[in-house]
């Protein structure tokens, strides 16, 4: 069952958190504070640093927390260190990730527009008018991540992080994607502290297949640095993948109290990706999605989202997507049809193209 929320005594919120998302949009001092100290009992089990560290000599700037590391303290993310005064890359040259094939079409959450699994893209992009029966996905799964998503769907990527294993050379992944693999796509945990490592795969790959069909897509939250981005993007644009951003909520606050950090690097980046799509159509080189978490991301949320979307571009796809509990939110109810239909309805009103994925979870 849910909890009462510590400030306002409401049923609804999630015992991890203890505090409602209405409090954390009205009062976000206190609440916020409650926050803080469910993530740092989230990442310091792992061993990692919360809130990221500020005031030390070892500087990393790969993503939003822009950590500032003290002498011998590990980043939020498990992958870097601070020795001798410096920033220490744990795994070198490798990264914590693993890697397997999927079937097309498959689950991706752009499938819907994506060239591998839609009817957009051919033959440019595709092998066939439609999804690519036959061709497979090389999905990428790398165990780090700048959030801490109290909500996480796929919480077991700090095992990896925390054990840095397993790990593989760029070479090494970019080796998998064999003749019938059409698309990589790279996902987790985030593929946003581990660019450089996504990048040198993708380039090798694309270069073993010289000139074939071999999408480079991503599914991120967007918190890494502009110039990775700017990098990936250029991939993505060139192979016909898409980059698909986990837009986790609108309100700072609420964002701040769900994944342990801001939202506005990724909102940043979000814009600064929209001024490109019209140099690509088809299809789509990005993509926007929002999971909805009952009791926070709601529809309020979505329609903001939805709103700073549109002002960008109102044919930018946008993906819906429903909550199973896990991870620190395991005591909060699956998504409802009710909160589904009202959210897809609040996004209809500002997008063209909406799109709602995970339906078998819905109650």
């Excluded at 008018?129 to 796929?154: H, I, K």
């Excluded at 059409?182 to 490592?197: E, K, N």
């Excluded at 980046?269 to 009952?294: D, H, I, K, M, Q």
Aim: hydrophobic letters at 35%; aromatic letters at 8%.
């Amino acid at each position: 069952m849910v909890a009462s929320c510590r400030l306002c005594g409401s049923e609804g919120a999630a015992e991890e958190l203890g505090v409602c998302g209405a409090c954390i949009r009205s009062e976000p001092g206190e609440a916020l504070r409650l926050a803080e100290e469910a993530h740092r009992r989230s990442r310091h089990r792992y061993g990692f640093a919360h809130p990221p560290p500020k005031g030390g000599s070892g500087v990393c700037r790969a993503c939003v927390n822009e950590c500032e590391l003290h002498e011998g303290e590990r980043s939020p993310c498990g992958l870097r260190r601070c020795e001798g005064g410096r920033v220490k890359h744990l795994t070198g040259d490798e990264a914590v990730v693993q890697a397997y094939h999927d079937p097309l079409p498959t689950n991706c959450v752009s499938a819907w527009v994506c060239a591998g699994c839609s009817t957009s893209g051919y033959p440019r992009y595709s092998y066939t008018p439609g999804p690519e029966v036959g061709y497979r996905n090389l999905a990428v799964f790398y165990g780090a991540c700048s959030y801490d998503c109290l909500f996480c769907q796929n919480w077991e990527f700090r095992v990896s992080a925390a054990t840095l294993s397993p790990r593989m050379t760029p070479e090494e992944l970019a080796a998998l994607a064999d003749e019938r693999t059409s698309c990589i796509c790279y996902f987790g945990g985030d593929p946003a502290v581990q660019m450089p490592h996504s990048l040198r795969t993708s380039r090798i790959a694309l270069e073993t297949r010289r000139g074939g069909i071999l999408r480079i897509c991503y599914e991120t939250n967007g918190s890494m640095s502009w110039g990775m981005l700017r990098q990936a993007v250029e991939v993505c644009l060139s192979s016909g993948g898409c980059i698909k951003f986990d837009l986790k909520a609108w309100d700072e606050n609420l964002h701040v109290a769900l994944t342990g950090a801001s939202n506005r690097r990724t909102l940043e980046n979000f814009a600064r990706v929209a001024e490109l799509v019209e140099e690509r159509p088809s299809p789509p080189l990005l993509v926007g999605s929002t999971l909805l978490v009952p009791g926070y991301v709601d529809e309020r949320e979505v329609e903001m989202i939805a709103r700073f979307i549109a002002e960008l571009n109102p044919e930018i796809p946008y993906a819906l997507l429903a909550f199973h509990p896990c991870y620190m939110m395991r005591d909060l109810p699956r998504t409802t049809k009710e909160q589904a239909e009202a959210c897809l309805r609040a996004a209809k009103r500002h997008l063209t193209n909406v799109h709602l994925g995970n339906r078998h979870l819905l109650t």
